[in-house]
């Protein structure tokens, strides 16, 4: 059975954790422990977004320009935890992102790299992640769609420059015609810990 847990753990004494724990057989209960105890570095992300309430549902991160204005009436309508949130006994710092080119052909591809960076005291892993916006797009496309990501270990103070291939595929979708197309213009590329967490650069595409 899943369900959540509420706990205050050794370096987080005086503060309150969550973990969500869904159906983990029957070794669960020893990963459960080792996680508490500090004798793993949590580092996984959330696969879905938690709304803040029941009236906040659906809840997820790419939802059209047009979509979470409150209902017209004020409301916060960002998720409690976003997609792609998870904490750590450690804390990474993202920096410096950029891409190896500002355009691209339409057949081309660019790179685009950032340097991350272990700022607390423990080991650990974190889950970078690459999210892509259509600025511009013949048709209503999603605010941003994850369109890669990778697990790196650092150590305490360490760095490490992690790079994202961009090309043809991963700027395209289906049009009016139900053709998949790649469209000339702006795209907005984010880098980050997640969904709501990037830093971005643009990308135009000719």
Do not use: C
Request: no cysteine.
């Amino acid at each position: 059975m899943g369900g959540d847990l509420v706990i205050k753990t050794g370096e987080a004494a005086g503060k309150t954790a969550i973990m969500q724990a869904w159906f983990l057989g029957q070794e669960g209960g020893y990963a459960m422990i080792d996680a508490l105890f500090g004798d793993i570095n949590p580092s996984g992300k959330l696969t879905i977004s938690f709304p803040r309430s029941a009236g906040h549902v659906p809840a997820y991160y790419s939802y059209k320009p047009s979509s979470r204005r409150g209902y017209n009436l004020g409301l916060d309508v960002t998720p409690l935890f976003p997609f792609g949130y998870g904490l750590s006994y450690t804390q990474f710092e993202y920096s410096n992102v950029r891409l190896s080119s500002p355009s691209m052909d339409k057949h081309g591809k660019v790179t685009i790299s950032i340097d991350v960076k272990n700022t607390g005291k423990r080991n650990g892993a974190e889950v970078v992640q690459m999210y892509i916006r259509d600025d511009f797009s013949s048709v209503p496309r999603p605010v941003k769609e994850l369109k890669g990501f990778k697990k790196i270990g650092l150590n305490a103070g360490e760095s490490q420059t992690v790079s994202f291939s961009i090309d043809k595929e991963l700027l395209s979708f289906y049009d009016k015609d139900m053709k998949w197309v790649i469209e000339s213009g702006d795209f907005t590329i984010m880098v980050g810990g997640s969904s709501d967490k990037t830093m971005d650069v643009k990308l135009k595409v000719k």
